[in-house]
């Protein structure tokens, strides 16, 4: 399989399958148990169906929108995603490049291979930074200053990793940060030689936005999980939330609201945006998709935050859905990971292009000339059918 052969979301995941060593690639591929919350995520998106316009008069439409308070081409977020350069060697580099290309926010982690300052000065594109809170305030502190220094545009905090997901592929695999030639997945890395060489013979991997203060996953190998569970706090709490909220001074977003009462919290706080999310089904096996909880989300607090579809998202048509239900953007982070994987800036602009034209196609097939006019009024339950 070739890049010019990928259609759609799945050819590009197989084509990551293809050309990764498999404890990589269940990384990006796997989650939490049974992993029954990410297939739902996906899912509940064919749980409504849209109700099309005709005769709309769809010569000219404008897929762009305002989130939090910048311009983007599209309702639609690259979300924050950790250890980009284990997957293809350019890294988040490719993603920022891609996301500027395209006029899309993109975020970086606490986790990511590139520095906060590079990532700054390399793409004008709107940039969040996706903060974990370590028991470590030094390091919480620093990585809020060097943001606020780099001019990031929004901040925002993890608050649904207060301890790692059972990730059982990662534990099988032996996965860990930095990656580690174990014997079980010795061979897996030798028939993948292009892989292994870049990630040998190109630049060291490291942790740049934390290793000033901790060794954890650059100097010393963990899985996730342990790295998780060791070093994040699990006293975080809302006067934490509103004091990292007032550090900060800026646009402030929580990833990983699910519930309609922490929306009301979220907005009490003063948060700008928050991210209904479940981190892509890797923490609680069980819980909610974001689709699902959109609409409860919305009825509380639409209108008073903006909100964010995050996970699951693998079509256009996903996209307008979330928008009819009243989400501001949708966003997510395998659907641009898994074309990193595949083939670094070129497959995630392939990613991209492949999303763009399936929503402005569904626009013109709904008879919607701007992303505004989507709403509830276009979307029916199929079991109130």
Known sequence: MRLSGCHNFEDLRQLARQRLPWPV????????????????NT????????????????AQIDTGCTIMGRHSALPLILSPTALQRVFHWQGERAVARAAERFGLWFGISSLATVSIEEIAALVSTPKMFQLYVHKDAGLNTSMIDRCKAAGFD????????IVSGKRERCQRSGFTTPPRFTPSAIWSYATRPRWTLDYLLREKFRLPNLDTHVSEGTGRAVSIAEYFNTMLDTAMDWDTAARIRQDWGG?????????????????????DAIMVSN????????????????????????????????????????????????????????????????????????????????????????GVTHVDQLDQAMLRSRQRR
Request: glycine fraction near 12%; proline fraction near 1%; aromatic fraction near 4%.
């Open 25 to 40: 690639f269940d990384y990006i591929d796997g989650a939490a148990d049974d992993e029954a919350t990410k297939a739902r």
């Open 43 to 58: 899912a509940a998106f064919d749980d409504v169906d849209l109700v099309p316009n005709v005769l709309a008069g769809v």
């Open 154 to 161: 929004a901040l925002t905090l993890t608050v649904d990793t």
């Open 251 to 271: 646009t402030f977003c929580l990833k990983g609201v699910m519930s309609a009462a922490d929306a009301r919290r979220a907005v009490e706080i003063g948060a």
């Open 279 to 366: 981190h892509g089904g890797r923490q609680l096996d069980g819980s909610r998709a974001p689709f699902d909880q959109l609409a409860e989300i919305v009825d509380a607090v639409g209108g008073e935050i903006e909100i964010i579809c995050d996970g699951g998202v693998r079509r256009g048509t996903h996209v307008l859905k979330a928008l009819a239900s009243g989400a501001s953007a949708a966003s997510g982070g395998r659907l641009y990971l898994y074309a990193l994987a595949a083939a670094g800036q070129q497959g995630v602009e392939h990613a991209l292009t492949l999303l763009r034209d399936e929503i402005e196609r569904g626009m013109r097939l709904m």
